[in-house]
């Protein structure tokens, strides 16, 4: 082969070896998003519209009473639970885990009358920390409670944050305490999640 043929395969060859290289190159580039979508999260507020935080005084009753629950990274399992009154011992709490259908079922038969839950609002995380977020959920169940700064809404936004760094963003979710003093439940879930881009709400 003489020389002019030789640089003539040379100039051929230097574009397919750099498009080779240029795609090792970018196939890295794609595995974080894909490693992202496998680990993404979900998180749900299941509220009991009728209950009365305030026991039945004053024109803002009923205020409303909402539980939590998130999905167990991107497995099929949920856990999910509530503080439910006032104590903040961890015998108040409710905390457990079970199926998508077992944690509706839970919600939904768990009361009756003006305490029973009734709907849930979701919203999809890109991320999960899911032991995290469980050792939150059994710090609030001993962690006390204060109507005004540490309650249902606020524990249930606490465990959130645990579970995905996104979720403190407020524009993913609300600051329960924008003025120091936390918010009724019916608001923030009726009038708040939806500006969050929170689903639609849906029964139990």
């Known amino acids: ?48 519209p009728n209950s009365v935080d305030l026991d039945g005084r004053g024109p803002a009753a009923p205020v409303g009473h909402i ?10 399992t949920w856990t999910y639970g509530a503080t439910e009154n006032k104590t903040g011992r961890p015998q108040a709490t409710f905390l457990t885990t079970g199926s998508w259908s077992r944690m509706l079922h839970n919600f939904r038969t768990r009361h009756t009358g003006k305490q029973r839950y009734v709907k849930y609002r979701c919203l999809s995380t890109p991320s999960a920390n899911v032991a995290k977020a469980q050792r939150a959920a059994r710090t609030s169940a001993g962690n006390g409670y204060s109507l005004t700064r540490n309650n249902c809404l606020t524990k249930s936004v606490d465990i959130f944050h645990a579970y995905a ?10 600051d329960p305490k924008p ?7 019916n608001h923030y879930y009726n009038d708040l999640l939806p500006k969050a881009g929170w689903s639609g709400t849906a029964n139990l």
């Open 67 to 76: 539980g939590w629950a998130f999905r167990n990274g991107s497995g099929s």
């Open 179 to 185: 003025h120091g003093i936390s918010l009724f439940p």
């Open 1 to 48: 082969m003489n020389r002019s043929t030789t640089k003539k395969h040379r100039t051929f060859l230097t574009p397919l070896l750099l498009t080779a290289v240029l795609s090792a190159t970018a196939a890295p580039l794609i595995a974080p998003g894909t490693a992202e979508a496998a680990t993404g999260g979900r998180v749900c507020l299941v509220l009991a």
């Open 165 to 174: 760094p996104w979720l403190n963003n407020t524009r993913h979710l609300p």
